[in-house]
């Protein structure tokens, strides 16, 4: 079958790619643009290990096609941090010691900025419940809730003890 | 040398761990990111039947196929015997871990693998995977293990003999063995106690769930050496049972750990590495092979489910006399079920008396069970734990002085055997009594439930390397996969003792052929034993720079000391002298005898039992039968904490899991056996909005065994949580749940029963 061209901003560039039309947006993001960030947990829209952004919103890149892509704007885990400088998420991330295997960070801390991007003050009902799609099998959750709220302060501009 | 009653610079503080940068950017590489030129993609054929007879398999319309580079089927695996595998984490048989990876004769499973393809691409290999024409006979089948121990059960194997009965059975049985633990006179015990209780309990099996399934990348070169990169809780154990499943010699195959995200004892077994090597000798070319969530349920090893029946006998005041259980544990299609752990953890927090337990092994028509976090002590704890509740509430004592008059002590001798020695549970119990939680009253409407939970820890074989680099930086690597931050302890004692900052030490874990065996990440023993050799590689480089100083300085050894990084001469009498530190000493290490460098191989033993009290809070709401945790609070003995985040994090997320286990998780058959919630979906792990905070409490009773005091942490937070809620219920409701999982159907049905 022949290949769709899609053409799209990944992370701030400019990207290009040729893709089956059966084809995920996660699989075209690992497979075809090689950034292999985004996760496969389930591949069914129920762990959230490959969220990505697009225009905006939060979506599970596995429930996505590849060509749905054409002319939207995707932000991935690799396009969190600003060159060196990590986000205030991925930092708090690493101070709470939020992470164990990690395996469901880059999706988790991609939740986390739209969440943030969208609601700057959540409450800890708010977060745990926007987060309820980004299954985290090791932490409990406890520390990444502790991280989300932090860094919530800190981009609110809150200096927390 | 043990550094317990040292004033600590870095163990004990809360480092950001050396490959945490990696992991909050999507740069951390797990076995399903590696890709190679050329890759294939290895697909796996599985049955759909229960149980069934492989009549025949024909491949050549698969094979034929364009983009099918090859097709494997048993017939191009050695048929091995049957031998006793020591590799993994439990009970393992060589002969059944290759059926397990590729069925021969029989199917004994939905998921079961049959055959597998490589194909240039994902949907081709599928394509060829619908290509394949197996014929099968379908068997009867048996689901549940007392279904299973029943006379006329359908028999997953012709050549199981129940093992551990005298006399030697004459007739096949899906009793795979019987074990036995005997303490005292356990009918004598019940004579003389004053209240008897008895209780029936079921778990259901859960899966590990962790978030990665399984995957990994083989490479067979014409000259017979494999390349493998995987997602494994040891690569060793890779290589071994690669090797032993293919003929191969295990010089011939290297392994490469590739970042493995979640295991939680799921991982200590193979079922791709072996598949993916054989189609790359196959097709000439690179195999990729990862599975979907869906395989994950059917194919890979939750834990058992069980029946149980236990009683317990006392005297009025409290104190217990007898205890009795009779466990079984179902194995899933191959022996090898935790139950020689279930029989001995149940009743380890107790001095008792008078034991008597009973396990039976069964296998029957579900995937074969792997280990996970503290393999078979969950469950058994259960229904002790439950029932501890019940005996309490008979007697009218307080769920926590019931325990404090029955804890087992140093010198308590265990109904399996050993002395315990060197344990914390009553510095717990104690933490339980004046914690908060405890102490504050139960909300209205609420109800309050307690338990707790024991596990052995491992030690066993480790290896590890320290390197000081020219600059005088240092690498420390080590044989142990990093399922949950061993990278920063194990970095962290190296640094305590080379008087140095966690930061300036990097860990790694190294591939098969760099560094000497290293047992699985499993059994709670990383930061323990690979803790304890990278201690004494460290040591080994702290007496070499010392030697080093003391040539240069041209004085005795004993003469120079080493303190903060740097080597002093010891005393005024030494000789006055600037002091040298590390970056000092590794630029001259040429002219002082070569590479600053030391490994250290040990068979650690010693690792330090731990146990735990969970106290939960809970409302349940009648209408609709759901249970919320209100409040979650966690009292651990772990030893010394070397990096409190990790611990904590650790029980935090053992208790979670455990909250997954009493609330949701299990295995819904269909009456044809194949499984219908094979997904993220219906089968319901804990999310962020499901669960509290749960507080972890951290008790400190030093091991002496452990340089550092350090014990396993990583299993006993799993034990006591299905029990802790089942009180918590109970106290709630009134209601006994003794069947998990506590899902709210079933607290309904119980209100229904109840009024
Ligand atoms: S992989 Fe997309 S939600 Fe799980
Ligand atoms: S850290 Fe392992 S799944 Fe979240």
């Known amino acids: ?52 952004i697009m225009d905006g919103r939060l979506v599970c890149s596995c429930l996505v096609l590849g060509v ?88 609110r501009g809150e200096t927390v003890g | 040398m043990n550094y317990i009653d040292s004033s600590l610079k870095v163990v004990g503080t809360r480092p950001i761990r050396p490959d945490g940068v990696d992991k909050v950017t999507g ?42 580079f090859g097709v494997v089927t048993a017939a191009d695996f050695p048929d091995i015997p049957s031998e006793e595998a020591f590799v993994g984490e439990g009970p393992m048989n060589f002969r059944d871990l290759a059926l397990n990876c590729m069925a021969r004769t029989k199917v004994l499973y939905e998921g079961h693998a049959l055959a597998a393809v490589a194909a240039s691409t994902q949907a081709i290999a599928d394509e060829a995977l619908a290509l394949i024409d197996v014929k099968y006979e379908i068997l009867p089948h048996v689901i549940d293990v007392e279904a299973a121990m029943a006379p006329n059960a359908p028999i997953l194997h012709d050549d199981m003999f129940t093992s551990g009965v005298d006399p ?79 003929g191969m010699n295990m010089s011939n195959i290297r392994v490469n750990p590739a970042e493995i995200g979640g295991g939680f004892g799921g991982k200590t077994l193979v079922y791709l590495e072996p598949i993916a090597v054989a189609l790359s000798k196959k097709s000439g070319r690179t195999v990729k092979m990862q599975m979907t969530r869906e395989d994950v349920f059917k194919a890979s090893g939750p834990t058992s489910g069980a029946w149980m029946e236990v009683k317990i006998g006392a005297k009025k005041d409290g104190t217990i006399v007898a205890a009795k259980q009779v466990l079984k544990y179902q194995a899933g299609a191959f022996a090898g079920s935790p139950i020689g752990p279930g029989c001995m953890c149940g009743f380890a927090m107790y001095d008792l008396p008078n034991v008597d337990v009973v396990g039976y092994d069964v296998v029957s028509n579900r995937p074969k069970v792997a280990a996970y976090r503290a393999p078979g002590a969950p469950i058994t704890s259960f229904a002790v734990e439950s029932l501890m509740d019940e005996l309490a509430i008979k007697l009218g004592i307080d769920a926590l002085t019931l325990r404090e008059k029955n804890a087992a002590k140093n010198g308590t001798k265990t109904h399996y055997g050993p002395t315990h020695q ?65 990278r920063a302890s194990i970095g962290m004692m190296v640094a305590e003792v080379l008087g140095v900052p966690a930061t300036s030490v990097r860990t790694i874990v190294a591939d098969t052929a760099s560094i000497g065996f290293t047992h699985v990440t499993g059994g709670s023993r990383v930061t323990f034993a690979t803790g304890m050799a990278a201690t004494q590689a460290a040591e080994k480089i702290v007496e070499d720079l010392k030697k080093r100083a003391a040539q240069t300085w041209d004085i005795p050894v004993e003469a120079v000391e080493w303190k903060d990084g740097k080597a002093y001469p010891a005393g005024s009498n030494a000789g006055a002298f600037e002091p040298l530190d590390l970056a000092t000493l590794a630029l001259k290490a040429a002219r002082t005898g070569g590479p600053l460098i030391a490994e250290v191989s040990i068979n650690a033993q010693g690792a330090g039992p731990g146990f735990g009290a969970h106290i939960c809070d809970v409302t349940v709401d009648k209408e609709t039968g759901h249970v919320t945790i209100e409040r979650y609070t966690a009292v651990q003995d772990v030893g010394k904490a070397i990096h409190p985040s990790y611990v904590e994090g650790q029980i935090q997320g053992g208790a979670a899991q455990g909250i997954g286990w009493a609330l949701n998780e299990e295995y819904i058959y269909n009456a044809k056996g194949q499984m219908e919630n094979a997904g993220f979906l219906d089968y319901r792990v804990p999310v962020a909005s499901d669960v509290p905070m749960i507080e972890a409490v951290l008790v400190e009773v030093p091991n002496p065994r452990h340089p550092f005091g350090a014990r396993g942490v990583g299993e006993v937070p799993i034990v006591p949580p299905m029990a802790a809620i089942a009180n918590a219920i109970r106290s709630a409701t009134g209601l006994r749940m003794p069947d998990l999982p506590m899902s709210p159907p079933k607290v309904r049905a119980a209100f229904d029963a109840q009024a």
């Open chain 2, 168 to 246: 030697k059975p004459t007739k096949p049985s899906n009793i795979a063995k019987v074990v036995t633990f005997r303490k005292g006179d356990v009918e004598a015990g019940f004579k003389d106690a004053d209240v008897i209780v008895e209780g029936t309990y079921t778990t259901q099996p859960v899966h590990q769930a962790y978030i990665e399934p399984h995957a990994c990348l083989a490479t067979y070169s014409p000259d017979g050496q494999v390349q493998i990169h995987s997602s494994s809780q040891g690569h060793f154990m890779v290589r071994a049972y690669t090797a032993k499943l293919l």
């Open chain 2, 27 to 68: 740069r951390a590489v797990f076995a399903a990111d590696t890709r190679a030129s050329g890759m294939l993609w290895g697909k796996m054929l599985r049955s759909p039947h229960a149980h069934a007879r492989i009549v025949s398999i024909d491949t050549t319309k698969a094979e034929a196929l364009k983009g099918v």
């Open chain 2, 422 to 486: 060197n344990i914390g549970f009553t510095a717990v119990l104690a933490a339980v009594k004046s914690h908060p939680h405890w102490k504050s009253p139960v909300k209205p409407g609420q109800g309050r439930g307690l338990a707790t939970g024991f596990w052995f820890n491992i030690g066993g074989e480790s290896t590890a390397q320290v390197h000081v680099n020219e600059d005088g930086s240092v690498t420390a690597a080590t044989g142990s996969p990093d399922i949950g931050g061993s």
């Open chain 1, 1 to 52: 079958m022949a290949k769709s061209y899609v053409s799209a901003t990944i992370n701030g560039e400019s990207s290009e790619f040729l893709c089956e039309t059966q084809q995920t947006l996660l699989d075209v993001l690992r497979d075809v643009v090689g950034l292999t960030g985004s996760k496969e947990g389930c591949a069914s829209g129920d762990c959230g290990a490959c969220s990505v």
């Open chain 1, 68 to 155: 749905e892509a054409e002319g939207t704007s995707i932000t991935t885990i690799e396009g969190i941090a600003t060159g060196e400088k990590l986000h205030p998420v991925q930092q708090k991330f690493l101070e709470h010691a939020a992470l164990q295997c990690g395996f469901c960070t880059p999706g988790l801390i991609v939740a986390t900025k739209a969440l943030l991007d969208e609601n700057p003050n959540p409450t800890e009902t708010e977060a745990r419940y926007w987060l309820a799609g980004n299954l985290c099998r090791c932490t409990g959750y406890d520390k990444v809730i502790r991280a989300v709220m932090d860094a919530a302060a800190e981009l």
